[in-house]
């Protein structure tokens, strides 16, 4: 039985606290890449099993690096010399086991074939100058499960109707989002929407915003990679920066009124020196930065050390038994309802435990932080409690969800 606590904790809300940080990477960014990455194999491996066996079959392929090529921009043009190296690394069903015509066979599973087809079309549909053929190399190394792990998915999946957690972790939620927090990931959705894009196509993928709030004033830092063919010299380069910046200062006034905001872009050019931010495909892993999964956005599409976070590294997991994945997306969804169903909630913190080998809608403990001036009554531990109780019994309509793309990884 879930141990459901109720909490009313007496601190300062996140978003009138004097000093807030708030920081997420955008889609062309190396980390970003890797968890887009992760998470398409995922889907794909997941598409692919479902379709052809009924069921999802055991993987977890979260363990991608984004290898940073050579690139040599320069206004106009540039090439790159060296092209980009995506490692996907993991675990997967590489073999079924299936009866056909009353014979048992060995079916095998293209899983590389899958990975890297979908990894090319992620790329192909949210870069713009990059060449998937020639700028990208796309390698697999990927092994069989581990066999405990394997049974212990198996046994979820074909002994009992709810699947078993496959391993003992942790997921993390909150809500709602401050003020700077929207500022910051709608700054970098912006940045990277289509309509951005016409209008100032020489602004790259490759985008990271930095805020910095002190009171009612946030420092907004924004990086935004320049793509070289765009931009015909560095007077041109300068306009173009200063029409992002402009850009930003008009969207922020218009979705943040009450946050004074300072936008700076690209603040390491150094024009006299010819330093700029240019890039030839749109991202900086052209260029030798590397990218990791999980050291980009958490679940909520942010990196917000001033609220509660998991490590985990979401993307890529499976999205029937991984704790690390559905706990993590879980415990948000729950905050998110709690803070939208119950008045005078400042703030709801979630953090759930799971125990390997036990049914994922039942973990060892749910515990539900909430910031108000409100009194703890009983009806409201019951109001809270009845929501996380009903989130956990819909726990595995998740799994389709996520891969229909109906409940992307990051959620937001």
Known sequence: MTNIRVSRISTVPTY???????ERKGTGHPDYIADA??????????RYYKEKYGMILHHNVDKVLVVGGQARPEFGGGEVIRPIRIIVAGRATTSVEVERNGKREHDIVPVEEIIV??????LSNNFRFLDVEN???IECAIGSGSVDLVSVYKK????????????????????????????????ERLINSREFKQKIPAAGEDVKVMAFRKGNTVTLTVACALISSQVRDKDEYLNIKEEIKRAIEDFASKIVPELDVE?????????????????????????????????????????????????????????????????NVLANLIAEKIHNELKD?????????????????????????????????????????????????????????IISGNLPIPLF
């Open 16 to 22: 009138k606290r004097d000093v807030e940080f708030v």
């Open 263 to 327: 936008v700076h872009v690209n603040t390491a050019d150094d024009p006299d020196h010819g330093i700029f931010y240019l890039t030839i495909t749109g991202t900086s892993a052209e260029s030798g930065d590397d990218g990791c999964t999980g050291r980009g956005n958490r679940v909520r599409g942010l990196i917000t050390p001033m609220r509660p976070m998991s490590m985990e590294a979401a993307a890529g997991k499976n999205p029937v038994s991984h704790i690390g994945k559905l706990y």
């Open 156 to 187: 979820g999946i074909e002994k009992v109707k709810v699947p078993l957690a496959n391993d003992t972790s942790l997921g993390v939620g909150f809500a709602p989002l401050t003020p700077t927090e929207k500022l910051v990931y709608e700054v």
């Open 135 to 137: 700028h990208v190399v």
């Open 345 to 401: 909630i400042d703030e709801v913190h979630v953090y759930m435990l799971s125990q390997i080998g036990k049914p994922i809608n039942q973990p060892l403990s749910v515990n539900v932080d909430l910031i108000t001036s409100r009194e703890l009554t009983g009806n409201i531990i019951n109001e809270v409690e009845a929501i996380v109780q009903e989130e956990l019994n819909n726990i595995t309509k998740l799994t389709d969800l």
């Open 37 to 46: 990455i992760a998470e398409a194999a995922s889907v794909g491996l997941s």
């Open 117 to 122: 087809e979908a990894a090319k079309k992620w």
